[in-house]
């Protein structure tokens, strides 16, 4: 599991409460907290010059990367068994991170500087391995929780209900879009779509074999133009304002989540279906393309639209009361969505 520390000197009070949910350590000028343990680890950051009078043994260092020597210099205190390497760069990025990961994993925990969630996600994809973990010294505030939302992905599980189907209509043509993402999913995983912010049906990828066109795992056949989902697990989109590049949230019916790339989006003109289904004293409704390849995801696997019928169980997710502000959600706002 990756790990996330996070420079604590300049955060507001604001984002206390996250830190101590989802972070594992904090820094405070040069000493590391561990919030698990409240063990303090005072931070080494020796010099070329000093370097080999330093005792590393078990030690945290930082270490800023410049040039060859710095970067052996990381090397050789990984080998003399230092704990932590915390790693900052002042050129070059990847590269140097390549070299480290490739040369010292299992030997030391190598931790890269971060300053935003895109630089986070970089450190822990680079070289497909990643560093072992990020420390954030956020350039804005947001940016705790978007780096929260790569970096602990497990942690952050959406609550999943199953809801009772109530209806189902045909409704004739209409624009649905396909999203193509760059990665594979599994039986159970899709994205979730709604017509209502407060509701979202998960719906299942194109994961299944059939007698009549290839399974396609990487694709979410997500609905409707007009429909919602998340664009990260604290905003939602329209399916029609994705294009390629852009991140959608993928989940399975525990509610685990995690980040998937667009690769294109494929809206076309195809026969409709609207779903209704109750939870919660409350009706929620979501529009999918009506065809057979279509499955939402139930309880004990997932069913095509077309099959649905009144009284059959679907996994949704309720999303917070109130209202939303382009995609924001406003919970004290009263708002009525039919």
């Not at 230092?82 to 390549?98: K, V």
């Not at 639209?305 to 959600?329: C, M, N, P, W, Y």
Request: proline share 4%; charged share 25%.
């Amino acid at each position: 599991m990756k790990e996330l520390w996070i420079e604590t000197s300049k955060n507001s009070t604001e984002s206390t409460d996250l830190i101590e949910q989802y972070c594992d350590a904090t820094i405070e000028g040069d000493t590391a907290i561990f919030l698990a343990t409240k063990q303090q680890h005072s931070i080494l950051s020796p010099s070329t010059e000093n370097f080999e009078k330093t005792n590393v043994q078990n030690k945290i260092l930082k270490i800023c990367i410049s040039d060859k020597l710095t970067e052996n210099l990381i090397v050789k205190a990984a080998e003399k068994g230092a704990s932590y390497l915390i790693i900052s760069t002042t050129n070059w990025r990847i590269i140097p991170l390549e070299n480290l990961i490739a040369r010292i994993r299992g030997k030391s925990k190598l931790i890269a500087e971060v300053t935003t969630a895109e630089e986070a996600k970089i450190a822990l994809e680079t070289l497909e391995l990643g560093t072992d973990g990020v420390l954030l010294k956020p350039s804005q505030p947001e940016e705790i929780m978007k780096t929260i939302t790569i970096v602990k992905p497990e942690a952050l599980k959406l609550e999943m209900v199953a809801a009772n189907v109530v209806a189902t209509k045909p409704i004739g043509n209409g624009a649905r879009v396909c999203v193509d993402t760059c990665d594979l999913m599994t039986p159970n995983e899709g994205m979730l779509v709604g017509s209502q912010s407060a509701g979202l049906f998960l719906v299942e990828a194109e994961v299944n074999e059939n007698p009549y066109v290839a399974s396609r795992p990487f694709r979410v056949n997500a609905g409707s133009l007009s429909m919602y989902t998340l664009g990260n697990l604290q905003t939602t989109r329209y399916l029609q304002e994705f294009k390629a590049g852009d991140e959608v949230v993928i989940a399975n019916r525990d509610g685990k989540t995690r980040r998937a790339n667009v690769g294109r989006i494929k809206i076309e003109v195809r026969p409709l279906i609207l779903v209704e289904a109750q939870v919660e004293n409350k009706l929620i409704k979501t529009i999918l393309q009506n065809a057979e390849t279509i499955r939402v995801v139930t309880p004990k696997g997932s069913k095509p639209v077309t099959e649905l019928k009144q009284g059959d169980e679907v996994i949704v997710h309720l999303a917070a009361k109130g209202g939303r502000h382009f995609g924001t959600s406003v919970p004290d706002e009263t708002v009525i969505e039919k």
